[in-house]
């Protein structure tokens, strides 16, 4: 068995960074966008573990606690959003979000 | 003592009616009788006092009596000012003053004892009718009103008792207010008298701007100055002014058309007011004037003409009117008449003096006409009367002497009265006055006819009464009978007082009075020398063969005026014909319709009747004015509004099309048109933008990595 090196996180990190990007390209429902953003915020979270253990130091993991922090308020604002705006409009699908477009 | 408290006079009466007013409702016709005729006989011997007391004061010279309560208009110590007509000021003033001189105690006299015998007949006529408190309060008010005006001391004051005389003639005409006659004459009786009083006031402020005082005694002393010529045109006109007022209230042509309609009252109210005192005071108010009327010949000469000519129209409808009611009014208009001529020939007092022995006979016959027409149960038409010589004897004797007074049968009062006024006009001016002369012994034969044809026609033709009627004939209680009896007494003796030089008497009516009286106009001449100028000898006082000859000529009048009514009505049966009716039918037709003035009056004043498609009037004006205010002003509204209509639907044309469609409009429809390209790049899709982002990113990959 070859030991886990950190290409091997990277080809992780991109599956899940283009799983996010697929998601939030083709998913309608806002809830599922968010939850693909979390996907790529998370692989950039695993590249940055990653590269901190590759590098010896702490560095990488510090940003991935604020990343971590950042994508909580980040799901918790934007949640709250589209509450107010189901609240509005009965609807979360992506497609009909479009008052200001004239 | 009593002179010094002579307001207290109308003030009697005037609590009479303030009680009844208040409390009348509540009280017993015991207690009404108490307080209102109580009022009166208080207020009557009063006037009995202060007179006597008066002519002591006077000592004979006429020197009047001025009593000052308050100042009731103006400043007290003349510093209100007004501006009279040549510039200089004077102080505007107008007293709660009384004025007593030989004049006024005339009138006191007999409106307080004339109004206190008609007080207690009323007792006993209106015994039987609603609203008892009602006319008692308001016969005091009446009362109240003409002390007022005979009391006055200047021409406001005399106003007010004028105006509430009025207001009471009103009330009291439209007595039987649920009958719509009654209040319609009360109407017309308020509304005629209106265009008089507007002609007063005219006319008494004139004289007070022009003469510089309220007060009659400043204002006689100012036209006595001589400081104004004969013919003065201001003083001409201020005195044909005074005389439409008195033209409305002493019922003269042409105003005299609500006095017969008048007769809508109770029959007391007609003796006291309509026939004894308020329609006097038009009379009273002319010869109160009398030193301005004096200085103005053509004022004058029209007083004459209108008495004249009132007097034998009037005497002329009287001839055939068959509500004896109304006969007695028509008389009333015709010795107004009369008393007017003999101002207008400048013989005063033998104007008052004829308003004095009016007074009495008059409302002696309304009143015997009252107990008539109480016995007949109500029927006021002389064709279903006769035959009641006997029945109702005290009303029958009493009125029958009032018929001998007031035709002019020696020595009732009458005689002397009339008498004295027929000679004044045949001596005092002569020339074409004598017309007038005609005219007034023309009345007096007339009045003759008329008034005997009433007492024919009522007492002693057979009787043309239903069964019904006849059944309850009554003679009329004590409390009617006895004041017919005093005012029978009066009217035999009234006229004594003016017993003429010419039958040996002294003329003491005359006398008294003279001091108010002036008997020719004092003019200034040139060089500030004051002289005399007699327009036309004034009530001469000689005795010629003449006046000897007029004397006898008025009771031969009255003499044939009896014989004519004697020998038409005497047998007049169920089915009498008039003998007018049967001589000139034409003629008959024109009195009977009272010269169809009434129906002129509706086709030219009120417009009540049309003149083929056009009606004249006040109900003509109105309609004009509807029709100008319809069509005229609501047609010129109604075009500015189209104008305004049609140019704001263009103005919004423009707003729309013009100033919002091009010019606000237009650059944003440039604007959108302009930016449609760029919005084809913002189709708001997210997802797509995210997708283009990436696909860049991949591109700028791609690009660095190939090169």
């Not at chain 2, 008195?246 to 003796?271: F, I, N, R």
């Not at chain 2, 005092?428 to 034969?445: H, P």
Request: proline content about 3%; charged content about 15%.
């Amino acid at each position: 068995m070859a030991d886990i090196t950190t290409l091997h996180y990277l080809v992780v990190a991109a599956a899940l960074f283009v799983l996010g990007v697929i998601g939030v390209l083709t998913r309608r429902n806002v809830v599922i966008v968010l939850m693909s953003i979390e996907l790529i915020l998370n692989a950039v979270n695993l590249n940055l573990v990653a590269f901190s253990h590759m590098w010896g130091n702490l560095h990488g993991q510090m940003f991935t606690i604020f990343i971590v922090v950042d994508a909580a308020a980040e799901a918790a604002a934007g949640l709250g959003i589209l509450i107010a705006f189901f609240r509005n409009r009965e609807t979360i699908n992506v497609d009909e979000i479009d008052l200001l477009k004239w | 003592m009593f002179l010094n408290h002579i307001y207290l006079i109308p003030l009697f009466p005037a609590f009479g009616a303030v009680m009844m007013f208040f409390f009348g409702k509540r009280l017993q016709k015991a207690t009404v009788n108490a307080v209102c005729v109580g009022a009166v006989v208080v207020a009557f011997v009063f006037a009995c006092f202060t007179v006597v007391e008066y002519t002591h004061f006077a000592h004979g010279t006429g020197h009047p009596f001025e009593k000052v309560v308050y100042t009731w208009l103006g400043s007290g110590d003349g510093h209100l000012n007004f501006v009279k007509r040549d510039g200089t000021s004077a102080a505007f003033n107008v007293d709660a003053g009384f004025l007593l001189d030989p004049l006024s105690s005339i009138w006191l006299l007999f409106v307080t004892g004339v109004g206190m015998l008609i007080h207690i007949y009323s007792t006993g006529y209106m015994a039987h009718e609603g609203g008892y408190y009602r006319f008692f309060g308001y016969l005091n008010l009446f009362m109240f009103a003409m002390l007022t005006l005979i009391l006055a001391n200047n021409y406001m004051m005399l106003f007010v008792g004028w105006e509430g005389v009025g207001l009471c003639s009103y009330l009291l005409i439209g007595f039987y207010f649920h009958r719509n006659s009654a209040s319609t004459a009360a109407n017309k009786a308020f509304i005629v008298n209106r265009i008089g009083d507007a002609g007063f006031i005219l006319g008494a402020l004139t004289l007070v701007w022009y003469l510089g005082s309220f007060r009659f005694i400043d204002i006689n002393a100012a036209a006595r100055s001589g400081h104004f010529a004969i013919g003065d045109p201001i003083l001409t006109a201020a005195a044909l002014l005074l005389f439409v007022g008195a033209c409305g209230k002493s019922a003269q042509l042409p105003l005299y058309v609500w006095l017969p309609d008048a007769m809508e009252g109770p029959t007391p109210v007609s003796a006291l007011i309509h026939a004894a005192t308020m329609v006097t005071a038009g009379v009273y108010m002319v010869a109160r004037s009398n030193a301005v009327f004096v200085l103005a010949p053509t004022a004058m000469k029209t007083v004459a003409i209108v008495g004249a000519l009132t007097a034998v129209f009037a005497a002329s409808i009287g001839l055939v009117q068959n509500d004896i009611k109304r006969v007695l009014a028509y008389s009333t208009v015709s010795q107004l008449g009369y008393m007017f001529l003999a101002l207008g020939v400048g013989a005063f007092a033998a104007g008052v003096f004829h308003v004095f022995t009016h007074a009495f006979f008059k409302a002696l016959l309304f009143l015997g006409s009252g107990s008539v027409i109480h016995a007949m149960s109500g029927e006021q038409d002389m064709r279903n009367m006769g035959g009641l010589q006997h029945r109702i004897p005290t009303t029958f004797k009493t009125m029958f002497i009032a018929t001998l007074a007031i035709a002019g049968i020696f020595p009732f009062a009458g005689f002397f009265s009339k008498d004295e006024i027929l000679w004044q006009t045949w001596s005092s001016e002569g020339g074409a006055y004598r017309i007038l002369w005609f005219i007034g012994y023309g009345t007096a034969l007339m009045t003759a006819f008329y008034m005997f044809r009433l007492m024919y026609l009522t007492f002693f033709s057979p009787s043309r009464m239903s069964h019904d009627v006849e059944h309850h004939v009554h003679e009329s209680p004590k409390s009617m009978t006895v004041p017919l009896v005093i005012l029978a007494i009066c009217s035999i003796g009234a006229g004594w007082l003016g017993w003429p030089h010419s039958l040996g008497g002294s003329d003491r009516f005359e006398k008294f009075l003279e001091p108010v009286f002036a008997r020719e106009a004092v003019v200034l001449v040139e060089e500030g020398k004051s002289a005399q100028l007699a327009a036309g000898e004034k009530e001469s006082e000689h005795t010629d063969n003449t006046e000897y000859v007029l004397m006898f000529l008025s009771l031969a009048a009255a003499g044939v005026g009896f014989a004519m009514a004697r020998r038409s009505y005497l047998k007049a049966g169920k089915d009498y014909v008039e003998p007018i009716e049967a001589k000139a039918p034409a003629l008959y037709t024109l009195l009977y319709n009272k010269w169809f003035v009434d129906e002129g009056y509706d086709y030219v004043f009120t417009g009540r009747r049309k003149i083929g498609d056009v009606r004249l009037g006040v109900m003509g004006a109105g309609e004009a004015s509807s029709w100008f205010d319809s069509k005229i002003i609501d047609g010129a509204v109604n075009d500015v509004g189209w104008i305004t209509r049609a140019v704001s639907t263009l103005s919004t044309w423009w707003d729309k099309w013009i100033i919002d469609g091009v010019c606000v409009n237009g650059p944003a429809i440039l604007a959108r048109m302009l930016s449609y390209p760029a919005r084809l790049f913002e189709w708001g899709l997210v997802q797509w933008y995210a997708l283009v982002m990436i696909a860049g990113l991949l591109g700028f990959g791609v690009y660095y990595v190939w090169k």
